[in-house]
């Protein structure tokens, strides 16, 4: 038995190896805050279903790359020697450059990859890419693509700013009284940071601000958005009318005169044209706590107690990510500033607007000390979509479209080359996405399952996952800098993203600027070296690299203490700190984004009707709302082959959570096996009944990998449970184009015909191997 420690996104571990396979993963002993994935992974290393040799599309192989006629998804696989496929991915890329240029490659390849500085595969394929000319590459998030185009204007600074700018929790609990949460804080997000998780410390300063004497109020259609012993007061709200309540919760603080008529006066503009809007003066609707309940669902009386209690107390309103992930995602975030703003909290210790309070080190600390990481060079390419536009610009190369004031046009994309994350995992109307698939002439991907993303691939790379390599980790704000010793040699016929680029590149006459002559273990140590001298220059010393990798791992101290954030000097004098917006203040009302004459986003926050919601007539056909949540069990769709992920389906699928009302109507009970559907799509799905959710409300967490049904009655219905075949494929507005599953409508049936099999897990067929 061999004992390796390591760090993942879900915490540190010791892996345990038997003959060079890893038969356990234990937490590091004394770490009570671990994740419970780690121990499940096992089973997913050691899959049938691993991936461990290249593998090329049948159809692809006999017919070479064919335009829109693919059947990706659907055809056989033939195995292939690495030589083969690297000489076939460069040919294959320098066709495509040649012929069509650079800006046909698209290498977005948004999402999640792997804990590690120098094996990010993001990292790595962009570096790559950008040593053969350059690529169409994705803007924004799915994680937060409304709050990131909306801030700059309101607030200004880049597009995540907030995450250090928000109400941080050392001064929640110091100076803090109310925190209230729009969508909770839940615990199961907490498991996790991007980059590799030391210690989570997310919980431990929630009791504290708890034990201090601080109220929680979480405004969200689960109570189990906030851990059980904050004591918090639920309010459940019908999803997607948060600004609803946010504006009726602004009506009372004005018609009180609650709002802090000075900090709106000095520090923002436009609150005069917004406070018109709010009193109903032009459009005959003042935004009184009865109109708000009459479209949340939210008790009138509750709101005007929450209204008088933020206009009184020292109070942080908290935005989870979420309720922007929805029709018009950006209104609650921009009506949560202004909300703020009127309270007379932001600006103050304690009080103000926080994002994601609750995920990952969010408001844990704002910064830690910088690590290196793998450059990535510059891109020659300066063409970029909005990353949850992939499916349209596939289906419409040359197609307009609109995006934050600009009017752009889609590139002519024939090459996809994906390296971490997976569309066909984050993507909404999944359907949409099969058929808008087929168009690329290529696509190649790298992964170590035969998981959707390679299940729809031409060319594939089987890849070594974290414990097969060694790395270096470090997560945002965290302060371990953390070895990641490699546990065991990837399975014969896997390499490293790494080694595969690096064949590649070799073939393409790059291979030097794309190594630049280092080894992946040579590259781990300059960066290692690299961190050292930075933090040196900052005066602080690190453990030379024996005694790093020794110790595995090194603690660092709090990078900067908490401060006041730029709030504080804004209220203290704006004319000497201004904001970076166009007026140097918060912009209640944006004369920029008015120019652009957006109806889906005016000039201020205003309350628009989802395009799906309980209170839309299409509830006369599906009248339930579905919420596709993050996974307890997982990292999105990774280890959803774990046995964390495995133990917790229902009926061999992914649970989904009713209210016991919504589940009597329907004659269902505990266990069932259910088929969730609307105009877009359909699933399978096992019923829990829960108490703990507004009626009306169906929750499923993401995540489950895609697996359609190929043919017959219930052709293309998922039969794991993957809740976007159900959602819609729809910017949030013309302003950031970003994704909406969050505003989702469906009905959900006893599932009476002849049960399919859930084959997520059962490799496609392969068929012989090339030049054998
Ligand atoms: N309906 C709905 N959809 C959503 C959301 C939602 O709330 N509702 N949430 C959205 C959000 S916030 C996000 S961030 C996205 C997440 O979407 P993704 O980030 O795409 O999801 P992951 O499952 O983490 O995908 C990571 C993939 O990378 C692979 N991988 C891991 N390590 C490596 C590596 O080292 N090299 C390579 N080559 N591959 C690797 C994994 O096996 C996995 O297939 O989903 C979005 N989609
Ligand atoms: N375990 C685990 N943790 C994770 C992740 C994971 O995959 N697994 N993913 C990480 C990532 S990439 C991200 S981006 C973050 C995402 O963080 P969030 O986006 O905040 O997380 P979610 O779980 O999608 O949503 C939180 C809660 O919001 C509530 N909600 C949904 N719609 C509405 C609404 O309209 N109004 C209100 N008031 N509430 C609503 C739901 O009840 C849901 O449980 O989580 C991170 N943490
Ligand atoms: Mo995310």
Redesign the pocket.
Known sequence: MDITRTALHWGRYDVVADGGRVVEVRPVPGDTTVSAIGPGMPEALNAPYRLTEPMVRKGWLDDGPKRGTNHRGSEPFVAVSWERATELAASELRRVIDTHGNEAIYGGSYG?GSAGRFHHPQSQIHRFLRSLGGYTDSTGSY?VGAMEVILPHVIGGDPWSIWQRGTMWPDIAEHGELVVS???M?T??A??NPGGQGRSEQLEWQRRARAAGVRFVT????AG?TAADLDAQWLP?R??T?VAVMLALAYVLQAEGLHDREFLATCCVGYDRFERYVRGLDDGRPKTPAWAESISGVDADAIVDLAREMGTRRTAVNL????Q??DHGEQPYWMGVVLAAMSGSLGRPGGGVAS?LG??KTGVRARRWPVASLPQGTNAVSTSIPVARIADALLEPGGAYEYNGERRTYPDLRLVYWAGGNPFHHHQDLNKLAQAWQQPETVIAHDSWWNPLTRFADIVFPVATAVERRDIAAGASDLSLMAMERAVAPPEGVRTDYDAFAGIADLLGVGKEFTEGRTADEWVDELYERTRRTFADLGLEAPGAAEFWRAGGFETPEFTSVVAGDFGRLRDDPDRHPLSTPSGRIEIFSERIAGFGYDDCPGHPVWLEPHEWLGAAATATYPLHL?S????T???SQYDGGRLSRESKVAGREPIAMHPDDAARRGLGDGDLVRVFNDRGSMLAGLRVDSGQRPGVA?IAT?AWFDPEPAGAYARMCRHGNPNVLTRDQGTSRLAQAPAP?STLVEIERFDGAVPPVRAFVPPEIIGRDGA
Do not use: E, T, Y
């Open positions: 999640w994680s729009f969508g909770g839940a199961k997000n498991q996790l405004v969200s259609p689960l958005d709200l999803p997607g948060d989870s990510w979420s309720i992930r929805q994601g995920i990952n919420l949540n993050q996974p307890s997982r990292l999105h929750v995540g969050g």
